[in-house]
Structures are given as structure tokens and as C-alpha cells.
């Protein structure tokens, strides 16, 4: 599949990848979980990744991140510097939000997590708060995690990496867990978040639909190691809207066109097994 | 050399049964009925210069003379002490130990054997040995009280460290924090938890220990005066001193179950 | 296959481990250079703690102490009235304990007492023991069966009382006997907590054991113990003590065996619930 070529300025740019692979090692020899991919991420835009299951999403996801090394050959670039470990204003979200909230820690102090060596008292307070605002729970704050319904602890994590005020949000299916109604009003409040912070948001998300709805611009991985399928433009006009975005003919061509690359994909890592 | 947790009571609908049956200390008061009866039956029914037998009353008596005469107070000062420092020492001890062997599976095995066949040896049998190396010393006595105790402590950490949570070091890795924070923030707390309960489980075995060694050697305590009581023929203070250790002991272990469950308040009921 | 599970199936191994994989070599490894070492420390004189012999000498006092019959004599009476003080504290146990569990009447009123009494430090009844029964076997016996019924006893009444509500059912349509419900759901359901505390209860019955033999009984490892100790003898002391561990170990070891001969379904279950 042709991948189209980058032609924003550095400036512009979240994330610049040359050559990216990732490799590790076990018992039957190395094994390459990345084949060489080349893309880049604009500043600001929220950019969806789909794919088959192992085509790598989690570890490139990772890589941005600065939680998994890439090869020695690849380029990979936060905003013009070489990643060396977690880059600065980069945050990531995971999936498993239960096992990441520290559990001795009630839902403000788990959002000071990240803030509580730069700021103090009061300051420290405001912060927490706005962020827990921002995600509309401000009013459990002084309860513990294992009180909090999933869709719930997944807005704390989320309002957490919030209140670092990230340049991006680096996000491993955040409501892959959750029903439909949690669902969408939490991808409603991810989309006024972007409004009102700007951050570059990447996301993974087995949800063709909501990739769609939510991105800018959908990545498609496929394969074993994985390598980029498809890059879709979403040329859909925001504030997107449940009911009325998904009724527009664009959507559902969109919508179309990936799950058919996706299905592709998945049929040909069937039929080469 | 550990005993058995508490047996958990019926949950309670209401919301103070709930809570206290997620500490485990629900159990009805009627259940006391047959101690009470029968120490009343003993009471009315015994005699004060039975020999082996005297009702409870005399015991009391014996009780408040071994007061009188100077020798009960200091006895049960030394034993809380010896109690106390092995305890906050086992913990230590253990909790890094736990920490070490739970972090390093290399380590785990090497020492495994050693460590297992330390567990697995009674420490009665381990007295007469820290006599003969450490003699009639509170060092003796704490050594090996800690080394009875410690294992709950060390098996609980090292459980706690086995299963420790990824997740939560991919989160401290992503808000970039140094590894004194990462240790003091995350591995640490997530650690106590499990030394706590190490703890609960451990204290008994601290009690039983600390009072053998007290009667096996003499070393001023409970146990000795238990034990003198027992060379003079004086069977109601030793009864009257059994169950003072003994409500001593309970009392401990509560307090010990409390603050346990202080700490943990923030899990959900089991 | 996600990439997660194709991660997780990399670093573990595929197939079982052969049997030389499953030994503990480098614990093995270990003990033997830590013994080493101590043997040289002694020779060469860098430790000079008076009364710790060196692993040789402890092997002379061992040669010793078989020649003189004393050792097996000892060993002998140390288990025999350990296991037979725990197999009658597991009858008492198992009969108390699934009465508790099962009434919930008799629990209501008699469970605080138990808990009472359980907090008692079983070692304090030594003395009274002594005082009771003089220096003897029985006092020891008498020791030993109080102190292991408590674990058999409470594990019996934790196993019973929580098994599930479906079971029971069942013991009811099937109008099941009491005996029968006893025989066949009850103690098997709550087999592996019960077998937890048979296992304690062994623990207990060697400590109180050696407790009584080396304050009361002039008999057994403990006694012997004692005796090496005011002799000032510490390589045949460490022997007696040595022989305590590994009398614990084979015990528990028996006890294992015989669970998983009577009940071979237990220890897959454990196995089962139990995470590496």
C-alpha cells in the first residue's frame, strides 16, 4: 500500500518517524513486532490508529511514548528531538485504567500525581481541581479508586495526564472497556478537551466508527510485523456530533473504507497462515 | 511457625456489621456464654486449696500478690519491650529481605534452600543454640524471636513484590519519576500492604516465642514468672498468669488487627 | 494472536522443564559454596565465635551420636508423640471444627470462645501441663494435642462454614443423610482449607513438642538438645538441631504424599488457584 509523503514543515510536527522498527528478543530468536514505517503527526491533531490485532499499534504506541526503545536504525522524533525515554509533555493513558490508578491514593491525590513536585498548597489544589473539572469529577474527589465504576477511573487517569497540561495525549484504548453510552459521552468529552487544550491526541481503538469520528486522520496497521495499510483523511467539519456526523455520507465512506482495509488485512494474515 | 487468621464473621446487613466484617472480627458476644459459664461453674463448684484445680478467685489473689510483691509489673514491661523490638526489627528485616528476593528471582532461588530450612526449623529447638552463642541477653531473646517471626513478613512482601503491578511502573516511568519517588510513591505503599498483613499473621508467633524463651531460660518476663510459679507448686498464679498472658495476647493482636485495617482502609471490603 | 500474547508467549518457556531444568541448582549451588565457606572460616581461624562448631565437626558429632544410639532414640520419640498428639488434635479438630461449621446455632454460641482461647499462646499451658502431669511422655502428648488441635480446628470450621450455598442445595435435593453430606460434600469441599490446617496442626505438634521436651520431658530432640547445650557440647548440639529441621521437612513432606494419594484432585486444584 503506497504511504503518502509528509510535506508539513518540522516545526509543525508532534512526531516525525523514519524507518521505524521495533525488534525484541525471545527464547526462538529476535522477532520483529514493527516493520520499518514512516509517518508523522501534526501538531494539534487527533489522529486515530486501527488495525489487526498484533500489527504492533500498543508497541508503536509505546514507542512514542518513549517506553520501548526502537531500533538503532530508525529516526524517531518528539518535536524535532530524538525520543531517548519518555519525552517532555508526552503522556500516555493506558488501557488497563484500574491498574494504573495507585489504589492507597484518594481520586485528588492521584491527579497530583504528576504535579505534586512542581507545585504546592493551594496552587496544587486549583490544578487538581480544574483537571478533575475538565473530565466532570470533581465532586468524588475525596473517594478511592475502587469505588469509581470503570468509566469513571478511566476519566481519572485521563484527568490526571490532564492536569500535566501534555502537548500530547498518547492514548491505548481508552474506552475499549466501557459500554456504549459511557462511551460516547466520554469521546464527546475527549473532543471539547481538544478544544479547549489543543493537545496532539494519538489514540488506538479496535472501533473503526470511533476512529473515524474522533480523528483527524486514521493510521491503519496490518500484518505481521506490522506496517502502515492505509492513511485516511477525515475531512469531516468539527464540533463533530453523534447523531449528525455519522449520518453524513463522507462519514460513512470513511467509515467504509477502513473497515474494508482492515477486513483486508485481516484476511490476508489468515490466508498467509 | 504461624497460626491461622481470624475466622470471619456472618456479614451483617447493616452497614457496622459490614464494615466490621471486612476487618474480620464479627463474631457474636453469646459465644462467650461457655467460657463464662464456665468459669463461674469452676468458681461455685471448685475449692481454694484444691491442688491442681483452685477456682478462680484464688487466682486473682496470687495475681494481685505477685503486684504487691514487685515482680509482676517489671515482668510484663520486659516482655512488651522484647515484643515491641522484635517486631519493629522483623519487620524491617523482613519487609527487605521480602523486597530483595521478591525483586530478584535469582536471588529467590539461591538463598531458598537456606531460608526454607530456617522456616522450617521450630524455634524452640533454636534456644538452646542462641544461649549457647548469644547467652541469657535480650539480644538472644529478640534474635530469636525475629527469626520466628519474620516470615510472614518476608513471604508477604515477597508476594507483594512478585505480583507487583506493571501497569504502575509504566506510569511512573511516563511522568518521568526518579527512582527515589518511583520507590517512596509507588513500590513502597503498594509494598505495605502486604508487610501489614505479614504483621498481623507474625505477632502471635512473636508472643508464643518471646514467652518460650522466657520460660525455657528464666530471662526476666511473663513467661519466667509463669514458669516459677509452675517450679513452686503454685497452681493458681500459674492459671492466674496464663490468663493474663493470655489476655495480654489478645489484646495485642486486636490492637495489631486495628491498625491493620487503619492502613488498608483504602481496599474495598473483602 | 495480539501482540500482548505473542509478547507474553515469547518470555515463557514452551514446553515443560526436564527434570535437571526443575531442580534448584542455584539454591543447591548456593548452600554448598555458603558451607564451604563456613568450613574455611573455621579452619583458618577467621571466625572465632566460641560455640559455632565448623560443618565438619557437626559431621563427627552426628558419627558420634548414631554410634551411641542416642540420636535415633531421640528422633524416634519426638515423632512419634508429635504425630500421634496431631493425629488425635486432627480428630478433635475435624469433629469440633465441622460441628461449629455446620450448626449454625452451636456456632453462635461457642465461636467467641474459640477465638478467645485461640489467642492464648499454646506455650503457656506448658507449665500448667507440667504442674498437671509432672516430667513425663503424657505431659508432652497432652501439650502437643492442645496445641494442634486449635489450627486443624479453626481451618475445619473456616472450611465448612464458607462452603457455597450451591452445595448445600445439593446435599438437600439429594435428601442426603447428615453422615453422607458429611462424608461426601462437606469434607471434600472444604478439603483444601482443612488440609491447610492439618498442615499447620503438624507444624505446631513438632514445636510444642521439642518446647515440652526441652522444659519438662527428659526424652526426644529437645532433651537432647538441652542436654548438649548445659554440656557445652555445640557440634553435637547443631546435630540434634539439624535433625529438628529435617525431621520438620520430612514430616510435612509425608503429610504432602499422603494428601496427594488420598486426594490427588486437591493439588491439581491448588495448583490451579495458585499463581507461580
Known sequence: MPQRPELTAVGDLAFSCRSLSVEVSTKSGPKRLLAPLDFSVKKGEILSIIGTSG???????????????????????????????PPDRVLMVFQDYASSLLPWRTIRKNVALGLETQYHGEELRDRVDAALDLVGLKARGDEYPWRLSGGMQQRVQIARALAMEPAVLLMDEPFGALDAITKSSLQDELLKVHEQTGATIIFITHDVEEAVYLGDRVLALG????????????????PRSQIMTKEMPEFLRLRHRAYESVVEAELRLRTDQ | MSQPTAV??????????????????????????????????????????????????????????????????????????????????????????????????????????????????????????GVLLLGYTLTMKVSITVIAAIWPILLSTRAAMREFNPTL?????????????????????????????????GAPVAIIVTILIEILTGITGMGALLAQSQQEYNSAATFGLLVMIGIVALLFNFLVGWIESFFTRHLPPA | MSET??????????????????????????????????????????????????????????VQLLQEGALQAAVAHTATVAVIGWAIATLIGLILGTIMGLSKTVWTWTAASVEVLRSFPSITFVPLAV?????????????????????????????????????????????LSVWRNIRSIVLPAAASKIIVG????????????????????PEGLGYGLTVEQQALQPARMFVYFISVGVLGIILNAILQLIVWWTLPGITALAE???KS
Open chain 2, 8 to 129: 470471619t464473621g456472618s456479614t451483617g446487613v447493616s452497614r457496622r456489621g459490614r464494615r466490621a466484617a471486612r476487618r474480620g472480627n464479627v463474631v457474636p458476644l453469646r459465644g462467650l456464654a461457655p467460657l463464662v459459664v464456665g468459669l463461674a461453674l469452676w468458681q461455685i463448684f471448685g475449692t481454694d486449696d484444691s491442688a491442681f484445680f483452685p477456682r478462680p478467685s484464688t487466682w486473682v489473689v496470687q495475681i494481685v500478690d505477685l503486684a504487691k510483691g514487685g515482680t509482676l509489673w517489671p515482668a510484663l514491661g520486659a516482655t512488651l519491650e522484647s515484643l515491641l523490638i522484635s517486631l519493629v526489627v522483623a519487620t524491617i528485616v523482613g519487609g527487605i529481605l521480602g523486597i530483595i528476593v521478591g525483586a530478584s528471582r535469582f536471588v529467590d532461588r539461591a538463598l531458598n534452600p537456606t531460608l526454607e530450612f530456617f522456616r522450617a526449623t521450630p524455634s524452640s529447638a533454636m534456644v538452646p543454640i
Open chain 1, 223 to 238: 500484518g505481521v510485523p506490522g506496517k502502515i495499510i492505509e492513511v485516511l483523511d477525515v475531512d469531516l467539519p468539527r
Open chain 3, 5 to 62: 500474547m505473542a509478547i507474553h508467549l515469547a518470555r515463557t518457556p514452551a514446553k515443560k522443564k526436564r527434570w535437571y531444568a526443575r531442580w534448584n541448582w542455584t539454591g543447591a549451588a548456593t548452600t554448598l559454596v555458603l558451607l564451604i565457606l563456613w568450613q574455611l572460616c573455621d579452619q583458618l581461624g577467621l571466625i572465632h565465635f566460641a560455640y559455632i562448631p565448623s560443618p565438619l565437626q557437626i559431621v563427627g558429632g552426628a
Open chain 3, 198 to 217: 492439618l498442615r499447620l496442626g503438624l507444624n505446631l505438634a513438632l514445636i510444642l513438642a521439642l518446647a515440652a521436651e526441652v522444659i519438662g520431658n
Open chain 3, 131 to 175: 504442674l498437671l502431669f509432672g516430667f513425663s511422655s503424657s505431659m508432652e502428648l497432652v501439650v502437643v494435642i492442645y496445641a494442634a488441635a486449635w489450627p486443624v480446628l479453626v481451618n475445619t470450621l473456616e472450611g465448612v462454614r464458607t462452603i457455597s450455598p450451591g452445595l448445600r442445595d445439593v446435599a438437600r435435593t439429594f435428601h
Open chain 1, 55 to 85: 500489527a504492533g499499534k500498543t508497541t508503536l504506541l509505546r514507542v512514542l511514548g518513549g517506553l520501548v526503545p526502537p531500533m538503532p536504525d530508525s529516526e524517531v522524533l518528539a518535536a524535532g528531538v530524538p525520543i531517548q525515554g
Open chain 2, 169 to 201: 511502573l509504566d506510569v511512573a516511568s511516563v511522568f518521568k519519576m526518579s527512582w527515589p519517588r518511583r520507590i517512596r510513591t509507588i513500590i513502597l505503599p503498594a509494598v505495605s500492604t502486604a508487610v501489614l498483613l505479614g504483621i498481623r499473621v
Open chain 3, 272 to 274: 490451579r488457584g495458585r
